[in-house]
């Protein structure tokens, strides 16, 4: 696509990466099939490629947003299925990255969303904030169907129904916990902010697992969100901070000499992780510290293998449906790893259609746009519900969140289950 940017805007960084990207579209348009929003409503200016042209011409013009343009912005998940589908390589997630951060600095939304947006990027990130915040939700589960009926797809009804029906207790603390096997290596574990508050079973089943397959576990104090929420919202100061502030807490880890792997079990986490490199390659600094980081990260699926599941397995048996989160397939472009993983563990394993497809999660997704974001899950839950599955897997607590509220059976993390099949406890939402 041929673009007009001027040797002025040019110098500036992120504009030089986004007209790169801008000119690499063909206009071939095979994005728009694996495009959710496109595949629902089959408007193109809420395909990949139609938003890359209201974006070239926003960046072009350095215009102020319109409210049309960023509704069309807003829209898009930043699932990234167009990344996996480009013939061209488009690199779209910088590019709605910058488009995000633009619109958050240029754009003055409506009072209300200002203070909703402010609201989340305060709370989600912080896992005490963020625990206060489901036991209102849980106290106010009984209104749900009066806020539905009342405000039919809002978002008070959304934030109400993703909250669960008990009030979480708080998040356990993080400890360090030593290989249990002859030690192979140490694993930096990522405390993540919603995970252990909604599902601390993934964690405790993580450690375990990593315990018995030899690595040491360890994790670092005072870390916070890895910033990829307020990321999401076009925050990027904000998820520069908190970029910065982990690498500083890793510091004493990255540096003293042995190596091992960085590890976050939301793949969501693990996407932002391995852009830290990216994120902060102008920062004198920090960008060394970054891109060490960014090159540890690992998903559970890179750290593992089949061979060594195999031969700790124990009998287990269960119809498993696996779901392949966004930011693990199109993000991470880890694709069969995690499936082999629980074939190797002896499931028996099956992959919904339209596998490739968003279930709606996506960070703030199902809060902003509960609308789009309810028949994406409803459509995943039904792809998933046709295996007729006794559990669905995943490996981000956005989409075990968001396909829960949809499916009929229980969602857990692959790391519950392979915990469970090499001797470990099997996941409690089982047992009953
Ligand atoms: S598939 Fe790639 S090159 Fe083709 S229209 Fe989409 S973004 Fe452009
Ligand atoms: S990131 Fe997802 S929702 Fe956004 S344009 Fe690409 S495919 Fe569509």
């Given at each position: 696509m041929k673009t007009d940017f001027?040797?002025?805007?040019?110098?500036?960084?992120?504009?030089?990466?986004?007209?790169?990207?801008?000119?690499?579209?063909?206009?071939?348009?095979?994005?728009?099939?694996?495009?959710?929003?496109?595949?629902?409503?089959g408007d193109e200016c809420d395909s990949p490629r139609g938003r890359i042209y209201l974006i070239k011409d926003m960046l072009?013009?350095?215009?102020?947003?319109?409210?049309?343009?960023?509704?069309?912005?807003?829209?898009?998940?930043?699932?990234?299925?167009?990344?996996?589908?480009?013939?061209?390589?488009v690199d779209y997630r910088h590019l709605v990255d910058h488009a995000r951060s633009y619109v958050q600095e240029r754009y003055r939304r409506p009072r209300l969303e200002?203070?909703?947006?402010?609201?989340?990027?305060?709370?989600?990130?912080?896992?005490?904030?963020?625990?206060?915040?489901l036991r209102l939700g849980a106290l106010a589960k009984p209104l749900a169907p009066r806020t539905r009926r009342r405000h039919r797809q809002g978002r008070l009804a959304a934030m109400i129904a993703l909250a669960p029906r008990a009030a979480p207790a708080a998040a356990a603390p993080a400890v360090d916990s030593p290989a249990t096997a002859p030690r192979r290596g140490?694993?930096?574990?990522?405390?993540?902010?919603?995970?252990?508050?909604?599902?601390?079973?993934?964690?405790?089943?993580?450690?375990?697992?990593?315990?018995?397959?030899?690595?040491?576990?360890?994790?670092?104090?005072?870390?916070?969100?890895?910033?990829a929420l307020v990321h999401h919202m076009g925050r990027e100061a904000e998820a520069l901070e908190h970029a910065r502030h982990n690498l500083d807490r890793?510091?004493?880890?990255?540096?003293?000499?042995?190596?091992g792997a960085i590890l976050a079990t939301a793949s969501g986490c693990g996407s932002q992780l391995k852009e830290y490199g990216f994120l902060l390659r102008n920062d004198p600094r920090y960008a060394a510290r970054a891109a060490r980081a960014a090159a540890l990260a690992r998903d559970l699926g890179e750290l593992i293998t089949p061979a060594e599941i195999r031969a700790r397995r124990v009998p287990v048996a269960a119809r498993v449906a696996y779901h392949a989160a966004c930011s693990l397939q199109h993000g991470q472009k880890i694709?069969?790893?995690?499936?082999?993983?629980?074939?190797?563990?002896?499931?028996?394993?099956?992959?919904?259609?339209?596998?490739?497809?968003?279930?709606?999660?996506?960070?703030?997704?199902?809060?902003?746009?509960?609308?789009?974001?309810?028949?994406?899950?409803?459509?995943?839950?039904?792809?998933?519900?046709?295996?007729?599955?006794?559990?669905?897997?995943?490996?981000?607590?956005?989409?075990?969140v968001?396909?829960?509220?949809?499916?009929g059976v229980p969602v857990v993390h692959v790391a519950e289950l392979l915990d469970w099949a090499t001797g470990g406890p099997a996941p409690a939402v089982l047992k009953t």
């Amino acid at each position: 696509m041929k673009t007009d940017f001027t040797a002025a805007q040019l110098a500036e960084p992120a504009t030089k990466v986004s007209a790169q990207a801008i000119r690499k579209c063909v206009h071939c348009g095979f994005c728009t099939a694996t495009c959710p929003t496109y595949v629902l409503d089959g408007d193109e200016c809420d395909s990949p490629r139609g938003r890359i042209y209201l974006i070239k011409d926003m960046l072009e013009r350095q215009a102020v947003p319109t409210a049309d343009v960023v509704r069309h912005i807003d829209r898009c998940l930043s699932c990234l299925a167009c990344t996996t589908t480009c013939p061209s390589g488009v690199d779209y997630r910088h590019l709605v990255d910058h488009a995000r951060s633009y619109v958050q600095e240029r754009y003055r939304r409506p009072r209300l969303e200002r203070w909703l947006r402010l609201a989340l990027a305060r709370t989600l990130p912080d896992r005490r904030r963020f625990g206060w915040a489901l036991r209102l939700g849980a106290l106010a589960k009984p209104l749900a169907p009066r806020t539905r009926r009342r405000h039919r797809q809002g978002r008070l009804a959304a934030m109400i129904a993703l909250a669960p029906r008990a009030a979480p207790a708080a998040a356990a603390p993080a400890v360090d916990s030593p290989a249990t096997a002859p030690r192979r290596g140490r694993v930096l574990m990522l405390q993540g902010c919603a995970e252990p508050v909604l599902m601390p079973s993934i964690r405790a089943a993580t450690v375990r697992l990593l315990n018995r397959l030899g690595f040491d576990v360890e994790f670092a104090s005072g870390e916070r969100c890895c910033g990829a929420l307020v990321h999401h919202m076009g925050r990027e100061a904000e998820a520069l901070e908190h970029a910065r502030h982990n690498l500083d807490r890793w510091a004493e880890w990255l540096a003293d000499g042995e190596s091992g792997a960085i590890l976050a079990t939301a793949s969501g986490c693990g996407s932002q992780l391995k852009e830290y490199g990216f994120l902060l390659r102008n920062d004198p600094r920090y960008a060394a510290r970054a891109a060490r980081a960014a090159a540890l990260a690992r998903d559970l699926g890179e750290l593992i293998t089949p061979a060594e599941i195999r031969a700790r397995r124990v009998p287990v048996a269960a119809r498993v449906a696996y779901h392949a989160a966004c930011s693990l397939q199109h993000g991470q472009k880890i694709i069969a790893g995690p499936r082999q993983l629980l074939e190797a563990a002896g499931f028996e394993v099956s992959v919904p259609a339209e596998a490739h497809l968003c279930c709606g999660s996506a960070g703030t997704y199902n809060i902003m746009q509960p609308a789009i974001a309810a028949r994406l899950g409803e459509r995943k839950a039904a792809n998933l519900m046709a295996l007729e599955p006794q559990v669905v897997a995943t490996g981000n607590i956005g989409c075990a969140v968001q396909i829960g509220r949809h499916a009929g059976v229980p969602v857990v993390h692959v790391a519950e289950l392979l915990d469970w099949a090499t001797g470990g406890p099997a996941p409690a939402v089982l047992k009953t």
